[in-house]
């Protein structure tokens, strides 16, 4: 005669791999190529969460990261990338995670050589997959153009945090908790384009007065403002635009825990293509200005504020970053789509009222304007408004402006 067991003593299907996490073997499934797994238990435990959803193997799951997995059992083969370079410390029993996680929310540690060993360890390369998390509003504005900009993450350092409140450490705009968190994903063409937050040269950030910011404080350790999490922080050079790559995302998070992409970038349209289906299509509603049936989302023509060009047998095109691939010109046909044999980013600068700035556009003779390095003296000689977290804008009349010029970036190739 059989005896009936707990769900807690039968052993849980198999989905993926088996990992090891605190000494326990759970069932899982991959997470961002490796970067993080959600582990399965079929009772309650400490961290896990109530969220059965169709193909789970058991109904009690939690997100891990890489790092604190011990061992990957029966796991997927050899990646078809290289993968991130993951966070490095050096501990020991005088200097636990913990504590390290602690001196990371303290600006006064900003120069503290600890730190700068852990924050180094977050390396950028070509091809590095980079995550901005988004509102329903920054959604809705990249759908229509907005490039990427501001502060942003690498994936690889996140990918662990899947659902919105988890998310919504890493929000931009100040906005309150939502049932879903947005999120645009690119590859970085280049490590030049962005830069840690820290330093003398991003000062102003962290001596911003609340009233005169959006969004969480910057710490000047170069991470995220978090109780429990260790994210490391980028911002785009000089708070300027980088051209959109192919293949970019627009992707969602609801609270079942999964990913859902939205949209997919077509560098040759200038456009983004939808690709949710029906079931999740709910999950645009409450974006502004956006149709949840509409295939296809033009942007127009390129943005002003910043573009790719590629030199090609003694001549000039727009140029599309195809990663990992490399950059091709920009062509709607498959035989015009040739790489080229330069590449840089084009930008204007200009400076008003001693205050360094990108040009976004050209109006009827205003310019408008964000600053390269914000802070309280830049802001109050500028009057520039807070769009969100780090970005701040305003307009100024063309005459008024010195050293106004466009900056060819080179990337290596």
């Known amino acids: 005669m059989s005896v009936p067991t707990q769900l807690g003593d039968a052993a849980p299907p198999r989905v993926g791999p088996r990992v090891t996490y605190r000494g326990t073997a759970y069932p899982a499934e991959v997470v961002a190529r490796g970067a993080a797994y959600e582990i399965f238990s079929g009772v309650e435990l400490p961290g896990f969460e109530w969220a059965p959803r169709p193909g789970a193997p058991l109904p009690w799951r939690r997100f891990v990261h890489a ?48 730190l700068a060993t852990l924050r180094t360890s977050a390396v950028v390369r070509r091809g590095t997959r980079m995550v901005k998390v988004l509102s329903a509003r920054q959604l809705a504005g990249h759908v229509r153009g907005l490039l990427p900009h501001g502060f942003c993450h690498r994936e690889h350092d996140v990918a662990h945090l899947r659902t919105p409140s988890a998310l919504a450490v890493l929000g931009t705009d100040g906005g309150s908790a939502q049932d879903v968190v947005y999120a645009l994903r690119w590859r970085a063409v280049d490590p030049t384009d962005y830069d840690m937050p820290t330093g003398e040269g991003h000062r102003g950030l962290v001596e911003l007065a609340a009233g005169d910011r959006i969004g969480a404080a910057v710490l000047g350790t170069g991470f995220a403002p978090s109780s429990t999490q260790v994210v490391p922080e980028f911002v785009t050079r000089d708070f300027a635009d980088l051209p959109m790559p192919a293949n970019a995302t627009l992707v969602a998070y609801p609270a079942e825990g999964v990913e859902v992409v939205l949209y997919a970038y077509q560098a040759e349209q200038r456009g983004w293509l939808r690709m949710v289906g029906p079931r999740w299509r709910h999950l645009l509603a409450t974006v502004p200005g956006i149709s949840s049936e509409q295939e296809y989302v033009p942007i127009g023509e390129p943005a002003a504020s910043t573009r790719l060009v590629g030199g090609y047998a003694g001549s000039e095109y727009e140029a599309v970053a195809d990663l990992p691939g490399g950059f091709r010109v920009q062509a709607l046909t498959r035989t015009g789509r040739y790489p080229v044999e330069s590449v840089a980013r084009r930008l204007r600068y200009a400076r008003w009222r001693d205050v360094d700035c990108v040009v976004l556009r050209e109006e009827t003779g205003w310019l408008r304007l964000r600053l390269c390095r914000p802070g309280p003296e830049a802001v109050a000689a500028t009057g520039a408004q807070c769009h969100e977290r780090g970005v701040y804008e305003t307009w100024a009349p063309a005459a008024d402006v010195t050293d106004d010029r466009i900056v060819d970036l080179p990337y290596p190739l």
């Open 67 to 114: 790092t604190e997995v011990t061992a990957v059992h029966d796991g997927p083969g050899p990646a078809d990338e290289e993968p991130d370079a993951p966070l490095l410390v050096p501990l020991h029993r005088d200097r636990t995670w913990s504590q390290v996680q602690e001196l990371t929310q303290q600006p006064s540690a900003a120069g503290d050589p600890v």
